[in-house]
């Protein structure tokens, strides 16, 4: 069983950065993939960004590519995701997912079994 618990979420405006981590605890592989979505109001959860937690193989969703990057500490067992240039669009709350499940897509909501319960981004304009 894995927990997660996001923090960082905040209100900024529109150009600011913000960096978001994840705190990931319990029986935690080395083969497991760390992920970031986002839910804004009215929309479905969109994928953010995922890290494999072993090496650093990392993937992007084509609207955050370039603005958000995603990184980890494996000592640590954190995840973070720097966002900059925020707009508000990039409103929403923000959730931590991860999954032990190797080969598969790492792109929808589907593919992850571990959430957060989620930190909220408000991005003013």
């Known amino acids: 069983q894995v927990q997660l618990v996001e923090s960082g979420g905040a209100l900024v405006e529109a150009g600011g950065s913000l960096t978001l981590s994840c705190a990931a605890s319990?029986?935690?592989?080395?083969?497991?993939?760390i992920a970031w979505f986002r839910q804004a109001p009215g929309k479905e959860r969109e994928f953010v960004s995922a890290i494999r937690w072993s090496g650093y193989t990392t993937y992007y969703g084509d609207s955050m590519r370039g603005r958000f990057t995603i990184s980890k500490n494996s000592a640590r067992n954190m995840a973070y995701l720097q966002m900059s240039s925020l707009k508000p669009e990039d409103t929403a709350i923000y959730y931590c997912?991860?999954?032990?499940?190797?080969?598969?897509?790492?792109?929808?909501?589907?593919?992850?079994?571990?959430w957060g319960p989620g930190t909220q981004v408000t991005v003013s304009s």
């Open positions: 319990g029986v935690f592989y080395s083969t497991y993939v």
């Open positions: 997912a991860a999954t032990g499940a190797t080969g598969g897509s790492v792109y929808e909501v589907d593919d992850y079994n571990y």
